[in-house]
């Protein structure tokens, strides 16, 4: 089927223009696993163009992306996932609010938008399958990872005003849940987690509390 994808790539197999610029978009709205798998397998696999696509993604990484409806190519809400979806329009509109009243932290950002860009290029070992990026919790964060940590890790979660919460994971942990309670230790707004494996580099995340 890589012939149907084509356009994407030069004479020598390696991306052109189009296959970089579409990369680059797709890392920027989180939306990498939705494109064709033969772009993905030759990014992971080509560090040639892969070199080449972090450069373009920390061109495009300080422009906002979440005024665009949807994407031309990759047809997708650039919106984040939700963790609970018991009433999908309530919690876009919570989560919208929160956005839009975030106090954000620029030192966990620029560590998010750099470490965005390695873990699409699967230079990361620790993958983290929740919380999603902007998740909206309520009574708890749940963790859940793709495989078993192979050593401890350190969790922290702070916002704006400091550290709230921090825990050593211990080896073999794939699943962990922080208690968002009680409430007044835990205001509505925007968090982020820090996750650090005693050997590794951090990971970033961030989530949204909403205190009902
Ligand atoms: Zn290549």
């Not at 680059?24 to 939306?31: F, G, I, P």
């Not at 920390?58 to 650039?78: F, K, Q, R, T, W």
């Amino acid at each position: 089927m890589q012939q149907n994808y084509s356009k994407y790539f030069d004479e020598e197999g390696h991306l052109n223009t189009i296959g970089r610029t579409l990369y680059a978009d797709a890392m920027q709205l989180e939306k990498v696993e939705k494109l064709p798998d033969s772009l993905q397998q030759h990014v992971n696999d080509c560090s040639f163009c892969s070199s080449l696509i972090v450069v373009l993604y920390d061109a495009i990484a300080e422009l906002n992306y979440s005024d665009l409806p949807s994407h031309p190519l990759l047809n997708v809400s650039p919106k984040g996932n939700f963790t609970l979806s018991d009433n999908p329009q309530d919690i876009e509109r919570i989560l919208e609010k929160l956005m839009a009243e975030a106090v954000e932290i620029p030192s966990m950002e620029r560590l998010l938008k750099n470490q965005i860009a390695y873990r699409k290029l699967g230079r990361i070992e620790i993958k983290v399958n929740k919380p999603t990026p902007n998740a909206l919790c309520f009574n708890q964060l749940d963790f859940e990872l793709e495989e078993a940590l192979t050593e401890s890790a350190d969790l922290s979660i702070r916002n704006h005003k400091g550290r709230v919460f921090r825990a050593l994971l211990p080896k073999g942990e794939k699943a962990y849940s922080v208690s968002l309670q009680p409430k007044e230790n835990y205001p509505n707004g925007l968090y982020y987690w820090k996750l650090t494996p005693a050997n590794g580099k951090p990971l970033v995340g961030k989530f949204y509390v909403f205190q009902r």
